[in-house]
């Protein structure tokens, strides 16, 4: 059997429970009844009472962030890395070793020429 | 929904049971209808009692984020959860029972004037109850939902549990079965 779909939901549109509900009379009279033996929750609180609490927090957010920056350590020089070194007068080597303890590069630049007089060969 | 339904919502929130009952009575019905998809016919009206039960308790925390009806269906939700754990006797299909299914109401169609368009819809009426019964229980309660009590999708969602898209999904799967149930005929 075909059916449009037109005609199926007007055949599910009269598929009404076969029971009805009771009379308003008789089922309020019981509800009002019941309704006696049980207590209303609080009013839930106003949203306007509490509408200080967002601007107060991203406030104490804001002022916590700038106390850790500006209490935090300076940063290490570890972070930086030298990655390449341009020597532009002639040379044989280039090291460059990093000191943990004292935060630092040394660059050493082996045979570079110097000025004649200058006397260094680094 | 009365019109004055804003007042009467004011004065239900402060303990007035009477504002109370003229709000909600509109919905009595439908919610009645609803229940009984969720625990079957026997149990609908204690469902509903308890669900403004503890609609008439919760009315003060209700913060219009959804509508009254959305809220009711969501605790109607619950109770018939709760009804169903209680009782521990869900084995049985919650539609309707045989002799529930002779009661049901047959209205004659005003806008059909040949009879034999009057035995066509109601052949098809009875033709749908039966393939109704051959659905999953979720189906057959979307589809009855949806289109017999004429429950939004939210509505629905809330009365059901899940989530509207799940409602849409389930109302479109349904619908496709429930044809082919009847093409098969």
């Known amino acids: 059997m075909k059916v449009s779909d037109n005609k199926l939901d007007q055949a599910l549109a009269r598929q009404k429970p076969g029971v009805e509900p009771r009379p308003a009379d008789e089922f309020w009279a019981d509800f009002k009844a019941r309704a006696r033996l049980r207590t209303q929750d609080a009013p839930a609180r106003p949203r306007q009472a509490l509408a200080w609490v967002t601007p107060l927090a991203c406030a104490a957010a804001l002022v916590l962030a700038v106390g850790v920056y500006m209490l935090s350590p300076p940063r290490d020089i570890n972070g930086d890395v030298i990655k390449s070194v341009e020597v532009v007068a002639s040379h044989s080597a280039v090291f460059i070793m990093e000191d943990k303890e004292s935060k630092s590069a040394i660059v050493w630049i082996v045979d570079m020429e110097t000025d004649p007089g200058n006397g260094g060969d680094t | ?185």
């Open chain 2, 1 to 185: 929904m009365a019109d004055n339904s804003a007042e009467l919502l004011e004065r239900a929130r402060t303990g007035d049971v009477d504002a109370f009952a003229e709000l909600f009575e509109g919905l009595r019905s439908t919610l009645f209808s609803v229940a009984c998809r969720l625990v079957g016919p026997v149990d609908a009206d204690d469902v509903v009692m308890e669900t403004y039960l503890k609609a008439w308790q919760a009315i003060p925390r209700f913060g219009a984020r959804s509508s009254l009806r959305t809220w009711l269906y969501r605790i109607a939700h619950n109770c018939a959860l709760d009804y169903v754990r209680s009782r521990k006797r869900r084995k049985e299909h919650t539609l309707l029972s045989d002799e529930e299914k002779s009661r049901m109401e047959q209205l004659p169609d005003e806008r059909a004037d040949r009879p034999d368009e009057v035995a066509e819809r109601a052949e098809l009426v009875l033709e749908v109850r039966n393939a109704l019964t051959k659905l999953s229980h979720n189906h057959a309660v979307v589809l009855q939902l949806r289109y017999t009590d004429g429950l939004s999708y939210a509505e629905i969602a809330a009365a059901t549990g899940v989530s509207p898209g799940t409602v849409m999904s389930r109302l479109f799967n349904a619908k496709r079965k429930l044809s082919t149930i009847l093409e098969r005929k």
